[in-house]
């Protein structure tokens, strides 16, 4: 069976700076794989090679078998940025945010077919958004724009979804139900990697976790993943609190 995401021994320099070193990733499908690594260790260079926005030095990326570049134009590859890597004062409704999702499917003119707003819609009512459907998007809850661009993803049809700290500054609502529709995305065949730093939460969330810095320093099971020794490689035992880690076992 043709792998979701396949990244084969990517490195990445950004001049004399190595933002990967060989890495290598296979997430199946329907699975929720969960990136870890502190602030530098490429967890961006490697959601933006994947997204086909970064070009390697060496090494492939494919998705569903194909390439990034397909994968964006055909809408099976989507994306949830970061808070802080949108601007949140464009005059854009959560409708209008969720409906850039559908341009794919649109043609040239962009102009919104039944079908379109049909999905829209649908959505909407997944993250729980459809009465904030005309709030311009600046104006909700950090846990609420999450919320709106996962349903981006949800219009737009993808089978692969990159969400990058999704649950930074959000509250616990926003957090569950986040959480949930992963979980029912997962079961309808919807693969997904995402970049935490909530470690505790992690096993609870997802099937796998790769521990990154710079390299793949492990890739399996979260609680096999996130024991100790593991990442004292990749954080380093003067900055690591056992008291918030999830147990191993």
Request: net charge neutral; aromatic share 4%; with cysteine.
């Amino acid at each position: 069976m043709t792998a979701a995401i396949d990244v084969d021994g990517v490195t990445v320099h950004y001049g004399d700076v190595l933002a990967l070193d060989g890495v290598t990733v296979t997430v199946g499908t329907g699975r929720i794989c969960g990136l870890v690594g502190m602030n530098g260790s490429g967890k961006s260079t490697l959601f933006k090679t994947i997204m086909g926005l970064t070009r390697p030095d060496r090494g492939s990326v494919r998705i569903n078998g194909g390439t990034s570049s397909k994968a964006r134009t055909s809408g099976t590859l989507g994306y949830v940025p970061q808070s802080e890597a949108v601007d949140w004062s464009f005059p854009l409704s959560v409708r209008d945010v969720v409906m850039t999702g559908r341009y794919g499917h649109m043609g040239f003119t962009r102009r919104p077919r039944r079908a379109d707003r049909e999905a829209v819609a649908h959505a909407l009512d997944r993250v729980e958004l459809t009465d904030l459907a005309d709030r311009q998007i600046g104006q909700l809850s950090g846990g609420q724009r999450k919320r709106a661009f996962v349903a981006r993803g949800i219009a737009q049809g993808a089978t692969v979804l990159l969400l990058d700290e999704p649950f930074a500054g959000v509250d616990k609502r926003s957090e569950a139900t986040i959480t949930a529709l992963l979980r029912e995305l997962a079961t309808d065949a919807v693969t997904v990697l995402i970049s935490t730093h909530d470690l505790h939460a992690l096993p609870g969330l997802a099937d796998e976790a790769i521990l990154l810095n710079r390299r793949v320093l492990a890739h399996g099971d979260p609680r096999e993943v996130l024991r100790p020794e593991r990442l004292a490689l990749a954080f380093g035992m003067d900055v690591l609190d056992r008291d918030v880690l999830p147990k191993a076992g």
